[in-house]
């Protein structure tokens, strides 16, 4: 092995570690989707431009959805309130459980109370607040950073310019393209799996969502799709979004959504472990480990990165040849 590609190596493990030690795992995500999601348009349109085109579009329309969602869910709270909280007390009264509210007001005096007795909760907010719009900072350079990489992933722009043909910048950097990009293809092998499962979640989904006749479930349905490709996390958010829908409709659909999407969730996390464990040629039990490591070591971008480097560490140390006992060493 050459001292370029040992650099090499060294270089895509510092990047793995700065991303978790700098909190900076929601925007690599974002330039591996978005290039993903670039490299995927432009097969089908054949077309670099086009596909940037039809990705702005996708990404807007998602966030769009989001926001609409959202708003939605916010200015329907009073109203859901309004018809929940007598359900909720009549139902707490028949088993004699005692609930600290009776109506919307007392709700949200109940709230206040509590909020108040927590003295660092103003400061917890700001300081989320302000974690949150970096992360949205730092995920529109990653989805920036993604553009340009489709368009020119060259690392030395001027590698025909150099005096010296061979080297030690020109050789590194084609050592850390090989590195990253092969990093890049076990992510999209990763996701090639959880396309499978988000399938089969949004098909679940949706025959419960019209059978509930939730409202927006033209648009909720491919929102479900869309967040069923960020393993785990994604099927929280449209678990989230579709609970909020259920409870415009009743406190008893909300808690049946609740149950059902709940039960999905489970099924989900082992269909990870089981798809792309077949599909990385990963034990379920090895991956279950990777996930619950990613986690406690990056979050939820732990947990997505999870099985991609460990289908990295497979095919990279498949590539070395381990010599007999007492053989030389040998590798490819």
């Excluded at 974690?131 to 900072?137: D, E, P, Q």
């Amino acid at each position: 092995m050459t001292t370029p590609t040992r650099i090499s190596y060294l270089v895509l493990a510092l990047t793995l570690v700065l991303a978790g030690v700098l909190h900076l795992g929601a925007a690599l995500l974002a330039l591996l989707f978005s290039y993903f999601a670039l490299r995927k348009l432009a097969a089908l349109t054949k077309n670099k431009w086009l596909a940037l085109i039809l990705f702005l579009f996708l990404a807007a329309s998602i966030a769009y959805s989001a926001g609409h969602f959202i708003r939605a869910a916010i200015a329907a709270l009073p109203e859901v309130a309004e018809h929940s909280i007598p359900s909720a007390s009549a139902w707490a009264e028949a088993r004699q459980i005692q609930l600290p509210f009776t109506d919307l007001d007392s709700l949200r005096t109940v709230i206040i109370d509590a909020l108040k007795e927590e003295a660092h909760y103003l400061q917890n907010v700001v300081r989320l607040a302000g974690s949150t719009t970096a992360a949205l900072l730092f995920m529109l350079i990653g989805i920036v950073a993604a553009i340009s990489l489709f368009f020119n992933s060259q690392l030395d722009l001027y590698r025909e310019s150099h005096a010296t043909k061979n080297n030690l910048y020109s050789l590194l950097s084609e050592e850390i393209s090989a590195r990253f990009r092969d990093f890049y293809q076990s992510f999209a092998l990763v996701m090639g799996a959880q396309m499978t499962i988000s399938l089969i979640n949004t098909l679940l989904t949706a025959i419960f969502v019209l059978i509930i006749q939730l409202p927006n479930a033209p648009l909720v349905i491919p929102f479900t799709f869309l967040c069923g490709l960020l393993p785990i996390v994604g099927n929280l958010v449209s678990n989230t979004i579709i609970v909020c829908l259920a409870f415009t409709i009743s406190l008893k659909v909300a808690v049946i959504a609740l149950i059902f999407l709940i039960a999905i969730h489970k099924l989900e996390y082992f269909l990870n472990s089981k798809i792309i464990g077949d599909r990385i040629r990963n034990p379920v039990w090895l991956t279950l480990l990777a996930l619950i490591i990613g986690e406690r070591l990056m979050g939820i971008p732990g947990m997505v990165l999870a099985p991609v480097v460990l289908n990295y560490l497979r095919v990279e140390l498949s590539k070395i040849e381990v010599p007999p006992k007492g053989g030389s060493a040998v590798a490819t």
